[in-house]
């Protein structure tokens, strides 16, 4: 499959910003290559609006959102309160088209994992059906371990192709803080899952040269085509 889908633990954990960053590294270095860019269900205002301001100059990049709803909830109770239904058909067929399309594409996901997408699906569900390949971003915080092995089993129950784990900072930390925190070894001796490195803490999450510098740093042959 030529696409990656961006999952994460919760909601505001960084999966906006690692998106972000692997789209612009493409634009920099993977040129002559189209990239399709997708928001799974956006809810209130935030990240579809963000890829237009980035990236919607760049004709070899198709930006899509499906359905949008006007309130920042989770997807089942947003579309209770607009009145309207979640068409995941609809959903599935705008994806489809961009992986037809396109020669990679980003999924960005919403919530964690365990977030519903409808009454009776999860993000975890939706995934593995779809058969998508997965990065799981953690945010770098108290709690960060047993969030990976909770989110990580979650992954494993559902047969979800897990390919990593990006750590998230959202807050200025040292070294020793962040790895205390969140240490790299003992999450992937915990969960058997690679970590891919770090997304730093970023005042300015809109400079497109800092973004591609933060995807750089990543172990990107676990994200990226191999012939990017």
């Known amino acids: 499959m030529k696409a990656l889908a961006i999952a994460g633990t919760d909601t505001n954990v960084g999966k906006t910003i690692l998106t972000t960053s692997l789209v612009a590294y493409w634009q920099k270095y993977c040129k002559n290559k189209s990239l399709g860019l997708m928001k799974l269900i956006q809810t209130g205002v935030g990240d579809s609006i963000l890829y237009e301001r980035l990236f919607a100059c760049n004709p070899g990049i198709e930006i899509v959102t499906p359905i949008s709803f006007p309130e920042p909830l989770a997807p089942p109770i947003a579309a209770f309160k607009a009145g309207q239904s979640i068409e995941l058909g609809r959903v599935w067929q705008a994806f489809e088209k961009l992986e037809k399309q396109q020669d990679f594409t980003f999924l960005e996901t919403l919530g964690g994992l365990g977030s519903p997408i409808t009454n009776e699906l999860t993000v975890a569900d939706l995934t593995a059906d779809w058969r998508l390949n ?89 994200i990226l085509p191999p012939n990017c």
């Open 134 to 222: 997965v990065v799981l971003v953690v945010p770098i915080k108290l709690g960060a371990i047993s969030q990976a092995v909770a989110n990580v089993a979650l992954a494993r129950q559902s047969g979800i192709a897990l390919k990593g784990i990006v750590l998230s900072c959202s807050q200025p930390l040292s070294e020793a803080e962040k790895n205390d925190l969140a240490p790299v070894e003992l999450i992937a001796s915990l969960t058997q899952i690679p970590v891919l490195g770090t997304i730093p803490y970023l005042e300015d999450c809109s400079d497109l040269d800092v973004l591609a510098n933060v995807a750089s740093n990543l172990d990107l042959e676990f």
